[in-house]
């Protein structure tokens, strides 16, 4: 076998290598609350609820496929961050992983701030009444436009990313009579252990200032010169979808260690530091990811430690949760279309979605788990890929995964953990219809985002 052939063989979407993917779970009805939001449960008749609704209700009354977030859920999970971090510490949402305006006042209410990166993400957020003093404004290319909106409404901090933006961002603040609050977005090495697509720290790729070279303590120099600028602090993101500290550690111990490179050629102590986000989530029931109470415990002693070990004050902290709030806060409901059993190999079951309303198995190899969830079954487990009804071979929802083998058209099924970058990143590929999200709380569904339809999708088509 040659160094380059798939170990499945040549064959177009074969099975793949044995010992792949895990042994059926022993009890395909059992919902992992690893996984699911906290308010999900099978009923005495089988049927999945979420937040006292059940599904064939929703489905009956919104339709499939369709995001299904619990807001109980999303709130406990942004004060859960709030209160472990504390009024010494400032909790930021990345707006990235879901943005409505629903979302923006859950936030406002539960005392978060919210880090946005485009001029429609601050639109959303300022249209929905989140102060502009607690927003961050991220993005490795801000267009002018947007640079000038965000200081405009006075947003807290703009985070710089390059030589080029710091002068940008210098130049508008003075000829709107304002000094903008900044912080500067470092790369500082480190090789988080995550997808190479979301891993942001390590030097070759587009985002921050490396501190290699001395490129960063160069972009304080220019930063601290510039009379439209007020430097605050330092920003720091190794990537997404992490597990391990150990990286965090090594981030933080070189930014403080700018920190004291500043202060030792400046002689002023920078008040802020920001560890951005990447947290993981449970995505199937072999991911254990941390409790926030234990993250902010790991990040306040790595910071305290390091800031000791230089003789500076501690700084206060920011963080950057999103996928670890908004992700297992909603599953994606879909409808069963056909099922296609390969002998020796698997059972396909397309869906009435796919890559259009989840790209991230497709774009990152994402695993995730999935049920049925319209009733319970106690036939014997099949191994499935669920698919999408999209003219792509690589248009897979689940690569890998157990259902019941009497599975049929028209049942149900849900594929939880998709409050994150879902329909963030959902798109009208072969003119689908992006799905609602529907917000279920105490027996009440309601539509936050309402489904596309063809008229929307006609009325941009100005031909």
Request: proline letters at 4%.
């Amino acid at each position: 076998m040659s160094r380059s052939a798939h170990p499945a063989g040549p064959r177009h979407a074969d099975v793949l290598p044995e010992g792949h993917y895990n042994a059926p779970p022993t009890d395909l009805n059992a919902l992992d609350p690893k996984v699911w939001a906290q308010t999900v449960t099978r009923t005495e008749d089988g049927v999945v609820s979420v937040g006292g609704v059940d599904v064939k209700r929703l489905a009956e009354e919104f339709g499939t496929p369709a995001y299904v977030l619990d807001e109980a859920d999303f709130r406990s999970r942004a004060r859960a961050w709030r209160s472990a971090f504390g009024h010494d510490a400032d909790v930021f949402y990345a707006g990235k992983a879901f943005l409505s305006r629903a979302v923006v006042r859950w936030l406002h209410e539960e005392g978060l701030n919210l880090d946005v990166c485009s001029g429609g993400e601050l639109a959303t957020a300022l249209s929905a009444g989140m102060p502009a003093d607690r927003i961050a404004f991220h993005g490795n290319n801000k267009s002018t436009r947007e640079i000038t909106e965000a200081i405009e409404s006075g947003v807290g901090r703009i985070v710089l990313d390059s030589f080029q933006e710091i002068v940008r961002v210098a130049h508008i603040a003075d000829s709107l009579g304002r000094r903008q609050r900044v912080q500067i977005r470092v790369t500082v090495g480190v090789e988080a252990h995550t997808h190479e697509f979301i891993a942001t720290a390590h030097e070759d790729q587009k985002f921050g200032i490396a501190l290699a070279d001395g490129q960063a303590a160069e972009a304080v120099r220019r930063a601290l010169a510039l009379d439209g600028l007020e430097l605050i602090g330092i920003h720091s993101h190794i990537g997404s979808q992490i597990f391990d500290m150990a990286g965090f550690e090594v981030a933080a111990r070189r930014v403080v260690a700018l920190l004291a490179a500043v202060r030792d050629e400046h002689g002023i102590e920078l008040p802020e530091i920001d560890l951005g986000g990447g947290l993981g989530i449970a995505y199937t029931s072999d991911d254990d990811p941390c409790e926030p109470h234990e993250i902010a415990k790991a990040l306040g002693e790595i910071v305290t430690r390091e800031c000791d070990a230089a003789g500076l004050r501690t700084p206060r902290i920011s963080v950057e949760p999103g996928r670890a709030i908004a992700g297992p806060t909603a599953f994606t409901l879909y409808e069963v279309g056909t099922i296609k059993e390969l002998d020796g190999l698997r059972t396909y079951v397309s869906v009435d979605g796919g890559m259009s309303d989840n790209i991230r198995t497709a774009l990152y190899d994402a695993e995730y788990s999935v049920s049925l969830v319209s009733r319970a079954s106690d036939a014997e487990p099949m191994l499935v890929r669920v698919v999408g009804k999209h003219c792509e071979s690589g248009d897979i929802v689940v690569r890998d995964a157990f259902l019941p083998a009497d599975l049929a058209p028209g049942d149900l099924i849900a594929v939880p953990a998709t409050g994150a970058y879902c329909r963030s990143m959902a798109s009208n590929y072969n003119h689908a219809l992006r799905p609602p999200v529907v917000a279920v709380q105490d027996g009440e569904a309601r539509v936050i985002v309402r489904r596309e339809t063809e008229e929307d999708l006609l009325r941009l088509d100005v031909g």
